[in-house]
């Protein structure tokens, strides 16, 4: 059986997977944009905190004199302001007050004091400034106002724009990678999972043209259940098909042996004396000739549907079996040589009929032993049938084949079989010879197409 065109148009496997990799790429990129600005802000929110706590501990330090200067009580020059251009600064500016911290090394922050604005005084802590800059570094800064004394007075505290950027920078480093891995791991586990996804797919797909071959009568139960009311459908399908397949055999059994019979008996029944010029008989031959013709094609339309796989070994031995039993007072030993793995693209039927007519004849001959043998040539299964009997003259070989014609009239029979058999043989794209075997008895060679 030949093999279905592969499909070149879209296939579910390759939509699920294309969805799957777009929709992880996807995720993975906005996942490393929502992590990186995770780790931004916890990054500003960590500078945030160490400017606001130094903001907070100048104000707490800051105090007046009598005079209305402002001092500071404790040295809060601690690392990192201690160190100069560092980007980390601190300075007090107000009205007549202007305290930095060491880092600024006399120097002032560019930073034009803010309007008054009671909202701001009113405030729970520091808020973020006008970014500024100094020896070409980029500043983040927090000021606050604030009244010390009489005096309003605003107390800033910078840190560089790099300290709030590296880390994040560095996270990402760091991130890429992995996310590329998860990326990759996901598309990977996708595949697996599209491909184990849709093995009961390919299951189904192995078993229905396992249905095609005969090698299955009908689909096993589907390993996922959403899979199951199809595959009982199609059973449902092949039962009806199958069904349907039976009785149109029936009506062509019935249709060639009320044909068939009337038609031969007639042409036998012609001879010179009543069809002295041939005219009626060949206008029977033409009729039995259309009758075979329609037939023949209407049975291969039958057959079609579902391709036939019969094992030839269980229908041999059940022949023999009969034939024993039915030749018991013979004595006729049978001997077998068919491999149980054989199999013919003929219906079980058909298969009978033909080693039915053929077993009964090597029984009729025989002496003491009828041998049946199998054996698979190339794409063709031969079947050989073979006895001790005394044979036949080859210039009689095909004579034996005509309906009606007996080679010895005092056996019993009725001369149609071996027409029958090569009827269904050839039917089916085999062939049948006929020869003298080694014994002198008659061996029937059978070639049928197998189905494997």
């Known amino acids: 059986m030949s093999e279905p065109p592969v499909s070149r148009g879209p296939s579910i496997s390759r939509r699920l997977t294309v969805f ?5 790429t996807a995720s993975v ?14 990054v500003r929110e960590q500078i945030d905190q160490r400017l606001d706590t130094q903001i907070e501990g100048l104000r ?17 020059d601690g690392p990192p302001f201690d160190r100069r251009r560092s980007g980390w600064y601190w300075q007090i500016r107000g009205e007549g007050v202007a305290i930095t911290s060491r880092s600024l090394a006399g120097q002032s922050l560019d930073n034009p004091p803010s309007p008054f604005d009671w909202g701001k005084m009113m405030g729970h802590g520091p808020r973020p400034g006008v970014n500024a800059e100094l020896h070409g570094q980029e500043l983040y800064l927090r000021s606050i106002q604030t009244m010390v004394g009489a005096k309003l007075i605003e107390i800033t505290a910078t840190a560089p724009r790099f300290a709030l950027v590296a880390p994040a920078r560095s996270a990402l480093l760091w991130l890429i ?22 093995r009961p797919l390919r299951q189904l797909t192995a078993d229905i043209s396992s249905i095609s071959a005969g090698t299955l009568e009908r689909l096993p139960d589907a390993e996922v259940k959403e899979l199951r009311p199809a595959s009982h459908e199609i059973n449902r399908l092949v039962e009806q098909n199958r069904e349907r397949l039976t009785e149109t055999r029936l009506h062509f059994a019935n249709l060639a042996h009320g044909l068939k019979t009337p038609v031969t008996s007639l042409y036998l029944a012609l001879n010179d004396i009543n069809d002295p010029d041939n005219t009626m008989r060949t206008l029977v031959d033409r009729i039995d000739q259309r009758i075979r013709h329609h037939l023949a094609r209407a049975r291969k339309t039958a057959a079609g549907g579902v391709a036939a796989a019969t094992p030839v070994r269980p229908r041999v031995d059940d ?31 058909d298969l009978d ?10 029984f009729k001959w025989a002496k003491s032993r009828v041998e049946i043998s199998a054996r698979k040539s190339g794409r063709d299964i031969l079947l050989t049938i073979s006895d001790d009997g005394p044979g036949i003259d080859g210039a009689l070989v095909a004579e034996v084949f005509e309906p009606g014609r007996r080679m010895d009239e005092t056996v019993p029979g009725d001369g149609f079989g071996l027409t ?20 002198g008895g008659l061996s029937c060679v059978l070639t049928l197409p197998s189905a494997i």
């Open 60 to 76: 707490s330090a800051l105090s007046g004199d009598e005079t209305g200067r402002l001092t500071l009580n404790a040295a809060l």
């Open 420 to 439: 029958i058999v090569r009827e269904l043989v050839e039917l089916h794209g085999g062939r049948i010879t006929l020869e003298r075997n080694g014994d």
């Open 29 to 42: 990129m906005v996942a490393s944009i929502i992590l990186y600005l995770i780790v931004a802000g916890v």
């Open 353 to 362: 009929e033909i080693l039915g007519n053929l077993a009964d004849n090597a």
């Open 20 to 24: 799957s990799v777009i929709f992880v």
């Open 177 to 198: 990678p992995a996310m590329t891995l998860l990326g990759a791991s996901l598309v990977a586990g996708i595949f697996l999972q599209v491909r184990y996804g849709l």
């Open 319 to 349: 022949i023999i079996e009969i034939m024993t039993h039915i030749y018991a007072d013979r004595g006729i030993a049978a001997r077998v040589e068919v491999d149980g793995s054989l199999r013919v693209q003929v219906g079980p039927e």
